[in-house]
T-cell receptor, first 114, second 117 residues
Framework: AQSVAQPEDQVNVAEGNPLTVKCTYSVSGNPYLFWYVQYPNRGLQFLLK??????LVKGSYGFEAEFNKSQTSFHLKKPSALVSDSALYFC????????????FGPGTRLSVLP | EAQVTQNPRYLITVTGKKLTVTCSQNMNHEYMSWYRQDPGLGLRQIYY???????DKGDVPEGYKVSRKEKRNFPLILESPSPNQTSLYFC????????????????FGSGTRLTVV
């Protein structure tokens, strides 16, 4: 069965510092991995995804994520955090060897402090 | 513009009064799904649909119904709402199939905030 873990409920970082939001996954086949962001009182927006190819994926708003197959991780990163990055972040996986469903992690709340 | 449209955005209702939250997508996606989001519980899947007339239960289907009579529409029906169904609801759609088409990801609606009193 598929599963996604986001081990941190909350991540706090100072503005200008690098940020990392962690995600690990478990699938039976090859994973398709996604990050979504939810700003306050808004819906979920797509940030980036990994399908195949280069392990470092670049997405919207300066975010990037690194796919690590041996560690089954897909951590979200940004070199320099902005206060406006404060939001709720969800990691999700879709398995190419299972059903069509997405499985979401529980979410990590990122707070960037000025 | 490619989008998933949910209505209404906000709804306050009373216990037991039937309601329907509509969801429509214009991307010809096969797969559609409903989620509820509650503080500390993340996103929980209510129902999903693989295509017209094909629906199945997600993780928390109790108290909800869905239908998929047309490819573009996937309404969520609460026959007799109760206060524990107060939540933020999202509809989402995606292409479905084998292989890399599964890498297309979800398009989400803007959400419906439902309060049952």
């Amino acid at each position: 069965a598929q599963s996604v873990a986001q081990p941190e409920d909350q991540v706090n970082v100072a503005e200008g510092n690098p940020l990392t939001v962690k995600c690990t996954y478990s699938v039976s086949g090859n994973p398709y991995l996604f990050w979504y962001v939810q700003y306050p009182n808004r819906g979920l927006q797509f940030l980036l995804k990994y399908i195949t190819g280069d392990n470092l994926v670049k997405g919207s708003y300066g975010f990037e994520a690194e796919f690590n197959k041996s560690q089954t991780s897909f951590h979200l990163k940004k070199p320099s955090a902005l206060v406006s990055d404060s939001a709720l972040y969800f990691c999700a996986v879709r398995d190419d060897n299972y059903g069509q469903n997405f499985v979401f992690g529980p979410g990590t709340r990122l707070s960037v402090l000025p | 513009e490619a989008q998933v449209t949910q209505n209404p955005r906000y709804l306050i209702t009373v216990t037991g009064k039937k309601l329907t939250v509509t969801c429509s997508q214009n991307m010809n996606h096969e797969y559609m799904s409903w989620y509820r989001q509650d503080p500390g519980l993340g996103l929980r899947q209510i129902y999903y649909s693989m295509n017209v007339e094909v629906t199945d239960k997600g993780d928390v289907p109790e108290g909800y119904k869905v239908s998929r009579k047309e490819k573009r529409n996937f309404p969520l029906i609460l026959e007799s709402p109760s206060p524990n169904q107060t939540s933020l609801y999202f509809c989402a759609s995606s292409p479905a199939g084998q292989g890399t088409i599964r890498g297309y990801g979800y398009t989400f609606g803007s959400g419906t905030r439902l309060t049952v009193v």
